[in-house]
């Protein structure tokens, strides 16, 4: 299972930088595109969770996931 706690890790960090600048007022240009980076980063990071649920037979895959 410590693969699932590195990419919940992951995942965690990358929603907070996204937050930050979410909630940032006078976004740049380059707020933006970082905040496209940064959902296609949490996709993938899910993706992957998601995977490895399958992969590894859970009935639940939810349970991948550290909420």
Same mark, same amino acid.
């Given at each position: 299972m410590g693969e699932y706690a590195r990419l919940n890790?992951? +995942?965690e960090h990358e929603n907070d930088r996204y937050r930050? +600048?979410?909630?940032?007022?006078?976004?740049?240009?380059e707020d933006f595109e970082e905040m496209a980076d940064l959902y296609q980063s949490i996709g993938e990071i899910r993706g992957? +969770? +998601?995977e490895m649920a399958d992969i590894d037979g859970l009935d639940d895959p939810g349970e991948a996931f550290d909420y």
């Amino acid at each position: 299972m410590g693969e699932y706690a590195r990419l919940n890790r992951m +995942l965690e960090h990358e929603n907070d930088r996204y937050r930050i +600048l979410k909630e940032k007022p006078d976004k740049t240009e380059e707020d933006f595109e970082e905040m496209a980076d940064l959902y296609q980063s949490i996709g993938e990071i899910r993706g992957s +969770l +998601l995977e490895m649920a399958d992969i590894d037979g859970l009935d639940d895959p939810g349970e991948a996931f550290d909420y």
